[in-house]
């Protein structure tokens, strides 16, 4: 009897040997799907965000570029050259040489102690457009200049100042825009002689980023690029699809002055009582942003009496956040400050009346920007008892309720930063030149 209850006592001990080796089998299998799952999904939030990050510099490096391109005065100047080339009836790429050779110039003496470098020939923009037309790859065709950032800003130019119709500027410029992005992300992964997007795992490296969504100038003041792109399968899982963007505003505001004359900054006025329609009716945001600032800054100006008896008032600030400021005595030894940030916004342009949270988007910024700023240099060696820090927004007299909400929210959001914001209605009302005609 003994032995054979010692066999059942060794059947069962099998048996539940075997069983726990399946539930190790299952239990491990289970735990490396978690694992490289999470590894997955860690390695699509690196990539989502290093081609975001990306993104947002190409973008930036454009505005830039279009900034430059309208403050140095090479808009008003394309604009003569083109004006003057439609009189004497030259050929597009005989008007955009004299823009072109203007830059070499430029170039030629900011560089004039590096002997070494040799101009490249850039084709010209019949050929970029025949070869976007036939299919051909930009790529292949301008190779020396997508290597060379000098070259590369040389050819943003010659296509904002090419004047060609909204397709051809959206591609040529998209193909810049890629070109960027693969430096951009070669900075961040430290690349430099292999594609840093097929290092990504970004299906087809490059080359499988669409950036055809992307809008440039599409409503002649913003860039909006939308790279789309799929992931190489990882082990079982398959690729995956993923789009990032970025819209940012350019020419509108801003501090400066441009390479214009004062004449030349003046338009022909349409409007004895409406800066906005005197300005943004002909596309002249920057002006209109930096004149308007200006008359405000004048209106909040302590008058000669208050100035008398001790309130200072500057607009050399020294610090690009804050546009002046105003510092009062609160007791024998001690002061207050005023800290403002003005900045003026079209709500009837495109970019604001389509998506009327980027007003909020943009307020805000303003606000952080105000917020990290330091305090002037005229204010360090007084003793602050305290300091207000107030952003203002200038909009058209007729703007609507969606500005007030707009307001509003970024004041809730602001308000634990210490940040003020005060909303002026002013410089006249804005009817879109559009709906002039149409009346």
């Not at 499988?208 to 190489?232: C, M, R, T, W």
């Not at 607009?315 to 940030?341: H, Q």
Request: hydrophobic share 35%.
């Amino acid at each position: 009897m003994s032995g054979v209850r010692g066999i059942k006592i060794n059947l069962k001990i099998k048996k539940r040997t075997g069983s726990v080796t399946v539930e190790s089998a299952i239990t491990l299998t289970v735990f490396l799907f978690v694992i490289f799952s999470l590894a997955y999904i860690v390695k699509i939030f690196f990539i989502y965000n290093t081609v975001q990050t990306s993104l947002n510099d190409v973008s930036r490096n454009l505005a830039n570029l279009s900034y430059f391109y309208h403050i140095t005065g090479a808009k008003a100047f394309s604009d003569e050259i083109n004006q003057l080339a439609r009189e004497a009836g030259l050929k597009l790429d005989e008007q955009k040489n004299v823009i072109v050779n203007a830059i070499d110039s430029f170039n030629s003496f900011i560089n004039s102690n590096d002997r070494s470098s040799q101009p490249i020939q850039q084709p010209s923009l019949e050929t970029l457009i025949d070869a976007l037309n036939s299919g051909q790859d930009l790529a292949d065709l301008a190779s020396d200049i997508i290597n060379n950032p000098q070259e590369e800003a040389k050819l943003f130019m010659r296509v904002i100042a090419g004047k060609l119709n909204y397709e051809m500027t959206n591609k040529l410029v998209c193909f810049i825009a890629k070109n960027s992005l693969k430096s951009e992300l070669g900075k961040r992964l430290k690349i430099t002689n292999r594609d840093p997007a097929s290092v990504l795992g970004i299906k087809n490296g490059i080359k499988g980023i669409d950036l055809n969504q992307s809008s440039v100038f599409g409503d002649s003041e913003s860039i909006e690029l939308v790279a789309k792109y799929k992931l190489e399968p990882f082990l079982f899982i398959p690729g995956l699809n993923l789009v990032n963007r970025v819209k940012i505003v350019a020419w509108t505001g801003g501090r400066g002055t441009s390479g214009k004359t004062e004449k030349d900054d003046v338009p022909n006025r349409t409007s004895p009582n409406s800066l906005w329609e005197d300005y943004d009716n002909t596309k002249l945001y920057f002006e209109r942003g930096h004149l308007i600032e200006q008359e405000y800054l004048k209106m909040i100006k302590p008058d000669s009496r208050q100035l008398l008896q001790g309130t200072v008032f500057s607009t050399n600030t020294g610090v690009p956040a804050i546009d002046a400021y105003i510092c009062k005595k609160s007791g024998r030894n001690s002061y207050t400050a005023e800290l403002y940030d003005v900045f003026s916004l079209n709500p009837f342009l495109k970019t604001y009346s389509t998506r009327p949270g980027s007003m909020e988007s943009q307020i805000k910024k303003h606000g952080k920007r105000l917020y990290e700023a330091g305090i002037p240099k005229g204010l360090q060696d007084k003793e602050i008892s305290k300091i207000r820090r107030i952003v203002v927004l200038v909009v058209p007299e007729n703007s609507e309720k969606v500005v007030d909400e707009a307001v509003n929210n970024a004041k809730k959001s602001l308000e634990k930063y210490g940040i003020e914001v005060i909303l002026y209605r002013g410089f006249g009302e804005y009817i879109p030149e559009e709906n002039n005609q149409a009346a």
